[in-house]
């Protein structure tokens, strides 16, 4: 991965998350790639699903079906409350340090997350140690080769874009099977009237044809749960929530 040491780690505010999925522009990523999530994840009926990052845009669809949805924000983003009616199911925490217990979780999902990390190798220990044996990780990244990752304009220009293989390369280092993967979000991040009403004829052209170079990349991975028994066993500390509004501000250790 040393090719990437030219990006730097860098966060997006929580705030200009959410005003980006307030946009326009942000309403067509998150169909288009909610609509790629969906072919991964048909059916989440009795599980329990995380997402980890800025990940509520694409949770909703799960609120209804799922045993049990939470989102947890990185505190070098910040958190947001979600969703608007109803209790909150954000919090606060260390990417790395997940104030859950062992296999806890059946499905889940990084976006805003991977590109902008110091401690990739640590948060994806703590996303393997959450995850059910038998779990699902699905992460959503910037695509080096795709034309969102070339623009500061929105959020998938920040942080350390890669390619399918370098994103198969970290799964597999770090105890997944990379199982299912594709691409979306081929429209260009223009404002344009005429691109925001064809973008689904674009986004079904550009995964027909030109899969390489879509914006995002998106690979479903396996936990390995053979690579256990060479992973020293950690005590998951115990975690006390602060809570603001419906959401949780941050996190502190007993």
Not at 22 to 35: D, F, K, N, V, Y
């Amino acid at each position: 991965m040393t090719s990437q040491l030219s990006y730097p780690a860098m966060w997006t505010d929580v705030v200009d998350l959410r005003d980006f999925y307030g946009t326009s522009l942000g309403q067509m990523a998150q169909r288009l790639i909610r609509r790629r999530l969906r072919q991964f994840w048909p059916d989440t009926s009795g599980m329990r699903v995380l997402g980890l990052g800025f990940a509520t845009p694409y949770l909703r669809p799960f609120l209804g079906e799922a045993e049990r949805v939470m989102a947890i924000m990185p505190a070098s983003q910040g958190v947001l409350p979600w969703p608007p009616e109803g209790p909150g199911l954000t919090g606060l925490a260390d990417e790395a340090d997940l104030p859950l217990p062992d296999r806890c979780i059946d499905r889940m999902l990084l976006v805003h997350t991977l590109e902008s990390t110091e401690q990739v190798r640590a948060m994806m220990r703590e996303v393997w140690r959450v995850l059910a044996d038998g779990g699902r990780l699905v992460i959503v990244a910037p695509n080096r080769r795709g034309i969102w990752a070339r623009l500061e304009r929105t959020p998938f220009g920040n942080g350390r874009p890669y390619t399918m293989g370098q994103l198969s390369r970290l799964l597999r280092d770090n105890m997944f099977t990379p199982i299912t993967s594709g691409t979306a979000l081929f429209p260009p991040p223009s404002t344009s009237r005429m691109v925001l009403r064809s973008a689904p004829a674009i986004e079904e052209l550009g995964q027909r044809w030109f899969e390489t170079f879509g914006g995002v990349l998106m690979v479903e991975a396996a936990k390995q749960i053979y690579a256990g028994s060479g992973l020293r066993d950690t005590k998951v500390k115990r975690h006390r929530y602060l809570p603001v509004a419906e959401g949780f501000s941050r996190v502190s250790s007993e």
